[in-house]
């Protein structure tokens, strides 16, 4: 099944709802198998009947609305300036689209070191429950991530010392930067933006994967034979890509598409602001991505390990990227 051209995965055999005592092999191995075939070819898939509760959805409305509805010198506060993982980015500080016009949108990122062993650092007196719900959301994506690794192991046919999550050993802790982020975008008719104006630059993710929550105003776009194409909104979906890491990880195998956010054409959608809530699963920082997996197909190893590049880890391609988008404050 796809939407478009982007293929849906029916996760109901390995979702949360299903036990680690009730999860077969065979059902993570055949999902795995559906996942890899979906990301070597278009690098994003919608994964439906994941388990995640609906409930936790309208809290992050309701704590995304709480929290972006403050005043603009509330909010700064907690601006993020050097750390690349926690704090507010404000509209224009972002150019996601390395030397587009800055990004249209409001955003707070939370690291899960922050949120589980610096609680202190998140803006709870101004949002109250932020933290509660910040450190819910984190426990569910962390929960899918690893069923999804597990998942993407199997389908990949992997030995078991490159086991994806080995990569992760540090996952909400010091040294491993995964994140969540609330992205709020204002009303696109009370900001005067015209229909098909980028408000996120086009840009691919850094990390391992990532998990993406939307609501169904629309604009995300992904880039397929040289042109970008909609993400529609699916009911009770989460879109999922694959990120710069695995894609180096894989040897291109799992590709690591560029995508965006436009106003989308319909006004009844440009009157509503956009939200959306992610779950970005990162490798350790000193995790490195440039040397490939390890396969049970020894031939395939034998190719992917010809002529291996100086290492590169994650912690030093984040420190390049952020450089690149982050727009300095004006003076």
């Known amino acids: 099944m796809s939407v478009g051209v982007i293929p849906v995965v029916d996760y109901n055999s390995c979702g949360l709802h299903v036990s680690n005592q009730q999860l077969k092999k065979e059902d993570l191995y055949n999902a795995g198998k559906e996942l890899v075939d979906a990301f070597s070819t278009l690098g994003f898939v919608y994964l439906t009947n994941s388990g995640v509760d609906p409930q936790l959805l309208t809290e992050a409305r309701e704590i995304t609305n709480r929290f972006f509805r403050l005043q603009s010198s509330q909010k700064q506060r907690y601006s993020m300036e050097e750390s690349i993982a926690f704090g507010y980015v404000g509209l224009g500080r972002e150019e996601a689209g390395y030397g587009e016009v800055g990004d249209f949108k409001e955003a707070f990122n939370f690291d899960g070191n922050s949120v589980f062993n610096h609680p202190d650092k ?7 429950g932020i933290l509660d719900f910040t450190k819910k959301f984190m426990a569910t994506g962390r929960k899918l991530a690893e069923r999804i690794m597990d998942s993407l192991t199997m389908g990949m046919e992997l030995k078991e010392e490159s086991n994806l999550k080995k990569y992760h050993r540090n996952l909400h802790n010091e040294g491993n930067i995964t994140q969540m982020r609330l992205n709020y975008y204002g009303s696109a008719i009370d900001n005067n933006l015209k229909a ?28 397929h034979n040289g042109d970008f194409i909609d993400a529609v909104p699916l009911q009770n979906a989460i879109v999922i890509n694959i990120g710069d890491s695995l894609n180096l990880l894989s040897c291109g195998q799992l590709k690591s598409k560029e995508h965006r956010v436009v106003v989308p054409e319909e006004e009844v959608r440009q009157k509503l602001t956009r939200h959306s809530y992610v779950y970005f699963l990162a490798p350790d920082d000193d995790a490195v991505i440039n040397h490939p997996l390890l396969y049970k197909d020894e031939e395939k190893n034998e190719k992917n390990f010809k002529n291996l590049p100086f290492p590169l880890n994650f912690e030093k391609l984040c420190s390049r990227k952020f450089a690149e988008i982050h727009v300095p404050k004006q003076a």
């Not at 998140?122 to 109250?128: A, G």
């Open 122 to 128: 998140l803006p709870e007196d101004i949002c109250p």
């Open 196 to 223: 098909g104006r980028v408000r996120l630059g086009a840009h691919t993710d850094w990390g391992t994967f990532t998990l993406l929550f939307q609501d169904n105003v629309g604009g995300l776009q992904l880039e």
